[in-house]
Structure formats: C-alpha cells, structure tokens
C-alpha cells in the first residue's frame, strides 16, 4: 500500500515523541508499505513564532509570517528524517517547495492549486520514506506560502490526492472521533467510521481533531482518512464514503457548540431586500453567520433572529449601527449554546427531531432556536443547560 501518514503538533512535541514517530514509519514501511509522511510543528511552536513576530509588530507584513511560520514545519520534517535515517530505514525530508506543492499568492492563507507529484513519488521509487514539511507551499511567483492555522491536515489530504496514496492516517492524541464530548457525557464511545458530511456537521465535535476544509477536500477526492492515536495501537476511526449500514444508525454523534451568540432584530421593516441589506453588510465584514430564522410578518414588521461566533459579536454591533432606521430593537445574547444532533440515518427515518425536543422538555430546557438539514437538527438553548441536554440527548438515542 501507499500511504500517507500525518502526525500533529502533540505527536512531534518533543524528541522522544519524534523518536517513537520515527518507530511507526519505520515500522509501517518495513510491513512493506511505501510511506509519505507529512508533519505539523511541534506542539507550541507556531503560536511562539507568532507572539515572537507581535513582539516586533501587531501587523506583521504577511510575506514574513509565512517565512517564519513554516519554519516550525521544516524543523520537525528534518529531524524525523534524520531520525529514520539513523535507525536504518532511508528516508529524505522535503519542504513545501521541495515537494511541489503550488498555491495562490494568499499569505497565510493560501489555496493548494496544483501538487507535481514527481519528486515524492521519485524518491518513494529509490525506497526512501519521504517526510514532507505541512502547511505550507509556494506561489506561481516562488514565494513561501502557508495555509491557514491547522493546514498540515490539508497539506496531508491533498498530497494523498495527488501521489493517488490508498490511505491517509491523521495520528494525534486522541483515539479517534467519539459520539460526543468524553469529557461532557463518559459514556461517550468511540466511533468505527463515519461520513465525510457527518464528519462535517460535528465540526465542533472534530475541530480539534481534524481541519474541515481536509474532510472537504477528502469528500472531493473520496479518499479514506482515518483519525487515530500516535500513543498507542488502537484502530481509530474511518471517514469515507456513506454507506448503507451507516443509515441505520439514526444519530451519530451529538454536538455542543458554545461559541455562539445570538442576535434578535425586532420590529424589522418588511419590505424586499431587507434581509439582503442586512447580510451582505455582515458578509462584507467577514462575519460568518449560521442559523438564521425569520418569522411571518405582521403589521409591516417582522423579526429576524440569527447566530455569529462569539469572538464576531463587536463586528457585528458596529455592521448593525448603520439599520437603526430600519430595525426597531437589537438584542444580543451569548448567554447560549448550539447543541446539534447529527445522523445520515435521518434522512429515512421519520420522528427523529421529535425525539430531540421531547427529550430537551423532559428536562424542562426551552427551545430559542431551531435549525434542521438533512442529517442534522441544531437547537439553541440557555448555555447552563448546555452539557445537560448533551447528556440527555446522547441517552435518548441510545448512542
Ligand atoms: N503548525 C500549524 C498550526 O499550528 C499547522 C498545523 O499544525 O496543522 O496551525
Ligand atoms: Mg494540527
């Protein structure tokens, strides 16, 4: 087998972590599998490089960010290599350029736009384990380039795509994707494998665990990606493709989501175009809106309610000075919480949002929100009963 391996930031933070990464690999390869590795900085590291670069400046240009933050990448990939070098089992270390990974000129922030798979799969042919520095690039103009806080998981999907690997493991510290949060409800199990839009919509569940914009990318190109423990031998979880059997399984996982806040517009003037004012002012800023409900008009008024991560709440009070001709009264609230329920079984089965909101009543939790897809159902209520209702929740549905 092909395979690409990713260790994160806690796996390769320290040396005695790298040495034992260094025993997988050469334990995977010597089972006769062909291995590209791809490695995030160690724990700590890229957040020390950026407070070193706001010692210097709170608006650091964004071209020597890049320089410095994938830094942290090149250091762990070389020492890894030397590691595997060491013990007998080849092994050459790439950085970003080395192993042809283009991007757009966005610093900090870059788009993978082409991956030459040559150089790796050259050196995989010559026998050699590759170990490719993560989250970084260049562009068109040959300049370095990063992708974005957590984007060696991406780094480590789109290589995978591009040299056609059978398989792509994400190792972190964690054993895996579990049904809700252990630390919430400790019954709380781990799951054996889950789709790609599941994986998606527990993003509060997996955030920590894996970057969306990598489950995306696996989705696109239909890559298995397994997320497992660097710590010890256990299986870990799949996310592929949704399956029959998987559609049996009403819930999945449960989700709690405590960054959010609320905003209620009342008395908002009913006429068209409204909404469209309102969010596009929001978008222009950046902010990124999730749950919108609007009710029926009355009276030539009607209002709007809606959710924004908590860190965009200022953003959006300022956006908001610019209705008050239009908007009669703005409530803001981040005394909430998002739980969701996440499930592809929902789309076949009948009763399930019932379920959700008769458990929430038996624990006397008052609905404020409401929002459904296809394979989800999220609620916001009061945040004190945020963990109950998780509790709640995953027992009803006897995850
Ligand atoms: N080191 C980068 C970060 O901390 C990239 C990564 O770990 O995936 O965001
Ligand atoms: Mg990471």
Known sequence: ????????????????????????????????????????AMSGETNKLTDYAHHFSKTPRKKEMDLLLSSGERVTSALLSIALNEMGTPAVAMTG???????????TMARISNIDPKPMIDAVEEGKVVV?????????DGKVTTLGRGGSDLSAVAIAGAIEADLCEIY??????????????????????ISYDEMLELASLGAKVLQNRSVELAKKLDLNLVVRSSFNE?????????????????VSGVALDKNQARIDLRGVADRPGIASEIFNALSKENINVDMIVQTISKDGATSLDFTVPQSELE????????????????EYNDE??????????????????????????????????????????SMVIDKKYGELAVRALHSAYEL
């Open 1 to 40: 087998m092909l395979v690409v391996q990713k260790f994160g930031g806690t796996s390769v933070g320290d040396l005695d972590r790298i040495e034992n990464v260094a025993k997988r690999v050469a334990k995977t390869r010597a089972q006769g599998n062909d291995v590209v590795v791809v490695v995030s």
């Open 97 to 107: 350029r080395e192993a042809g990974i283009l991007t757009d000129a966005s610093h």
């Open 132 to 140: 490719v520095a993560g989250f970084q690039g260049i562009s068109a």
């Open 172 to 193: 972190t510290d964690v054993d895996g994707i579990y049904t809700t949060d252990p630390r919430i409800e400790p019954d709380a199990h781990k799951m054996h494998k």
């Open 234 to 250: 256990n299986e870990g979880t799949l996310i592929t493709k949704e399956d029959k059997m998987m559609e049996e399984v009403l």
């Open 315 to 330: 953003s959006v009070k300022s956006v908001m000075q610019n209705f008050s001709e239009s908007i009669n009264e703005i």
């Open 336 to 377: 909430i919480v998002k739980v969701s329920i996440v499930g592809v079984g929902m789309k076949n089965h009948s009763g399930i949002a019932a379920l959700a909101f008769e458990t929430l009543a038996k624990e006397n939790i008052n609905i404020q929100m409401i929002s459904t897809s296809e394979i989800k159902v």
